[in-house]
DNA sequence: CGTATTTGACCAGCGC
DNA sequence: GCGCTGGTCAAATACG
């Protein structure tokens, strides 16, 4: 399978991107959060790299909520709910695409413990597969290299962390609830973010 | 020796 | 059904 990058980089309207009722929810309601009246911007954030950033946006703690694309969906009434796999022409919202020769993995600031690896028909790099290893949070990437520009790392979430990332280094409250605080600082490796809410 | 990764086996959708 | 494919499990292995 081959992934389409994001559709619009350059986009600050995610709302298009989100096709399915439960994306659309936890994105007004993350929006509502952290005080979007529109619903239609994305916090800014600003980052330094030694890698190039190609899509428009990267998981933080905030739009890590926002990063999700499931694998596969329920779909039918109580009765008969079945899961249907994700299609070919499904719109996958949050792909992150990064330069990378060295690194494979985009270091988004979250631990992940790497479960599996499989080769993917049509490419002739495997495809990894990695679980947050934070205990009791389900949260998923998948990472592969692009089979069109190898120079590039295609990484997929999936879920929504139940825990701030170990990389927040600054917030302006002690507590964890990032979404009811309006500066904070985030910091890996490779990256470093700072996000502060328009008043 | 504890933790992380590797890797073949297993399983579940999907198309035929 | 059945086979193909992609996603996950878990035992073995590597690594600090």
Request: hydrophobic share 25%; aromatic share 12%.
């Amino acid at each position: 399978m081959n992934y389409p990058s994001n559709p619009n980089p350059s986009s600050t309207d995610f709302t298009e991107f989100f096709k399915f009722d439960d994306f659309e929810d936890s994105f007004h309601m993350i929006m509502e959060e952290i005080g979007r009246e529109d619903h239609s911007s994305s916090p800014t954030l600003s980052w330094t790299s030694s890698e190039i950033f190609v899509a428009a946006e990267i998981t933080s703690p905030l739009q890590t909520s926002l990063a999700t694309s499931p694998m596969s969906f329920e779909i039918g009434e109580k009765d008969e709910i079945k899961k249907r796999k994700r299609h070919k022409d499904d719109p996958i919202v949050h792909v992150f695409k990064t330069k990378s020769t060295e690194n494979f993995a985009l270091d988004d600031g979250y631990k992940w413990r790497k479960y599996g690896k499989k080769p993917i028909r049509g490419s002739p790099f495997p495809r990894h597969y990695h679980k947050c290893s934070n205990p009791d949070c389900n949260v998923k990437k998948r990472t592969d290299r692009d089979t069109n520009n190898p120079d590039y790392v295609l990484t997929t979430y999936e879920g929504i962390h139940n825990h701030p990332s170990p990389s927040v280094v600054y917030c302006d409250s002690d507590d964890f609830d990032l979404t009811s605080h309006n500066n904070w600082s985030f910091k890996t490796n490779t990256y470093s973010f700072s996000h502060s809410a328009p008043n």
